[in-house]
């Protein structure tokens, strides 16, 4: 008999492993929005409307390039330890996959055509779904080119850095909302692959139950059932 749905938790248990080993989009996205909300109340708050001749004291303006630097380091070790960087990436997999093989842990399939296919979708996949970690190392960036040469060249006391860093903020959100959508549909391409591959395997009863009893969360046996119902609580 066949069951896709089994396939499917399958990959998905295996992709969890692998993205639990790789960094994080949220932390750095988090980082960039706290450094954006403050950067606009230290802007707003530091003005000095009786003290002529700065726009805003210039001690203000040392801090947010000191922090745009510190949120640009955040941004390449982000990078450098994520699924969007290759090298990190394909490392991870096949460590992963290797382990399970070893376990007899793998259960989408024992075929050595089907691993390839299985390692470059599961490659493909975690690439695209790491996807907003470059395009918001790219903003860091434009943001640390904006603050820093703005404040070595003596210019803390104008208002370029505070005016052009707020024009950041409508492509950014743009860009996320697009990134967003693209993974959204990502989704739904990668369960078509996933049963173009795989969907129509055929298994008897007692591999199903095998498969059915053994698929893990967390390195414990436990039953579809049981994974879905703890993918809810979370």
């Known amino acids: 008999m066949t069951n896709g749905y089994?396939?499917?938790?399958?990959?998905?248990?295996?992709?969890?492993?692998?993205?639990?080993?790789?960094?994080?989009?949220?932390?750095?996205?988090?980082?960039?929005?706290?450094?954006?909300?403050?950067?606009?109340?230290?802007?707003?708050?530091?003005?000095?409307?009786?003290y002529s001749g700065y726009f805003v004291y210039p001690v203000n303006g040392h801090v947010v390039s000191l922090w745009s630097g510190v949120l640009l380091a955040h941004g390449l070790w982000t990078y450098w330890h994520s699924g969007a960087r290759a090298g990190r990436r394909d490392h991870i997999i096949e460590d992963e996959m290797r382990q399970r093989l070893q376990a007899n842990d793998m259960y989408l399939s024992d075929h050595p055509k089907d691993?390839?296919?299985?390692?470059?979708?599961?490659?493909?996949?975690?690439?695209?779904?790491?996807?907003?970690?470059?395009m918001l190392l790219f903003f860091v960036f434009i943001n640390t080119l904006i603050w820093i040469p703005w404040t070595l060249a003596g210019q803390a006391n104008t208002s370029y850095a505070w005016m052009d860093a707020m024009m950041l903020a409508v492509p950014l959100i743009l860009g996320i909302a697009w990134n967003v959508w693209q993974r959204a549909r990502h989704e739904a391409e990668t369960r078509k692959q996933l049963e173009?591959?795989?969907?129509?395997?055929?298994?008897?009863?007692?591999?199903?139950?095998?498969?059915?009893?053994?698929?893990?969360?967390?390195?414990?046996?436990?039953?579809?059932?049981?994974?879905?119902?703890?993918?809810?609580?979370?």
Do not use: C, W
């Open 6 to 50: 089994l396939t499917f938790l399958d990959y998905l248990e295996l992709r969890r492993r692998v993205e639990k080993r790789l960094a994080s989009v949220n932390p750095l996205l988090l980082h960039g929005l706290i450094f954006g909300v403050s950067t606009t109340i230290i802007g707003l708050m530091g003005y000095p409307q009786f």
């Open 115 to 134: 691993l390839f296919r299985l390692h470059g979708l599961l490659n493909d996949d975690i690439q695209k779904r790491a996807s907003l970690i470059p």
């Open 196 to 234: 173009q591959f795989f969907g129509y395997k055929q298994i008897d009863d007692g591999q199903e139950y095998e498969r059915e009893m053994r698929l893990s969360n967390d390195d414990e046996l436990i039953t579809v059932d049981e994974y879905m119902m703890k993918r809810k609580r979370n």
